[in-house]
């Protein structure tokens, strides 16, 4: 039983859907369906339920994810402690906002106990590149928000959060217990600067073209606001700040919170880091 067979199992069931895990994996759905189909030969047992309406664990399939997923994880912690034993001792992370979440501190106190001699170096990036620098080799892993240019980048979601507009507490709209992007049709928004992840700005923009101030941190975002009573968009739990307020927008998707890196890289730590942030963002 390889641990590579193993991965491609786990993602399966825990997408409960082949292309889903296949697209995951990146790799497509036929070498997928026969390396599972091969591991139930194997172990002599179905592991799925297949049917016209989905893909559903069978008891056995059940017990084989909660040993594979601590197989995996051990596979992962010996990588890690001989990568650090060799010499592999830094990360670098990039972090797109959400420095302050208490995921992300209950993340770093995960990583410091699984790898106490990694230095972990920390790169906060602003909202103009949603890969925090991985694209341009900058960092290793990225804490970030999708969507956008995931072209030679391994991605997987750790939670998604609802969004809202962002408006001046004064504003007609900020009484109302939820709001359309039609409600803000004709409204200013800020924007990201010219050359920005086409598929994030699109996202931030409510899949509409728009006109109004460029801004490329988080604050300046609030304060085209406060300043200009331009709006935009937001996560709904952030505190917006005095003199702001945030209304639910009922029409758009949430924002998917991901950690991301180079699907090339083999790097055990990066590996070991994404295996307990996903942990870490588990409720």
């Not at 697209?23 to 091969?38: D, F, N, T, W």
């Not at 972090?95 to 972990?120: C, F, K, N, W």
Request: some cysteine; overall charge negative; aromatic content about 6%.
């Amino acid at each position: 039983m390889e641990l590579r067979t193993l991965r491609y199992f786990v993602a399966v069931a825990e997408e409960l859907h082949f292309g889903r895990a296949a697209g995951r994996l990146h790799m497509s759905q036929p070498p997928l369906s026969r390396a599972i189909k091969q591991l139930e030969t194997e172990l002599g047992a179905a592991l799925f339920d297949r049917s016209p309406g989905g893909v559903a664990l069978t008891p056995a399939g059940a017990v084989l994810l909660d040993e594979a997923r601590a197989l995996l994880a051990r596979a992962d912690r010996v990588r890690g402690r001989v990568a650090a034993a060799a010499g592999a001792t830094a990360i670098t992370i990039g972090i797109l906002g959400d420095s302050t979440d208490p995921r992300a501190t209950r993340l770093a106190a995960a990583y410091r106990r699984r790898h106490p001699q990694v230095e972990v170096r920390v790169r906060e990036a602003d909202l103009t590149d949603p890969t925090c620098g991985l694209h341009a080799g900058g960092v290793d892993v990225a804490l970030t928000r999708g969507p956008f240019d995931e072209t030679g980048l391994s991605v997987r979601e750790l939670r998604s959060d609802p969004v809202g507009a962002l408006l001046r507490a004064d504003d007609v709209l900020a009484v109302r217990h939820s709001l359309e992007l039609a409600d803000l049709a004709d409204r200013r928004w800020f924007l990201f600067p010219q050359g920005t992840d086409p598929l994030w700005q699109a996202y931030w923009s409510g899949g509409e073209p728009r006109e109004g101030p460029v801004v490329r941190a988080v604050q300046e975002c609030r304060q085209a606001v406060l300043w200009n009573g331009t709006v935009g968009m937001t996560l709904l739990d952030h505190e917006p700040g005095e003199g702001l307020a945030v209304v639910p927008l009922v029409d758009m998707p949430p924002s998917r919170m991901v950690v991301a890196w180079r699907e090339d890289d083999t790097n055990p730590v990066i590996r070991s880091f994404v295996q307990i942030a996903i942990a870490a963002h588990k409720d």
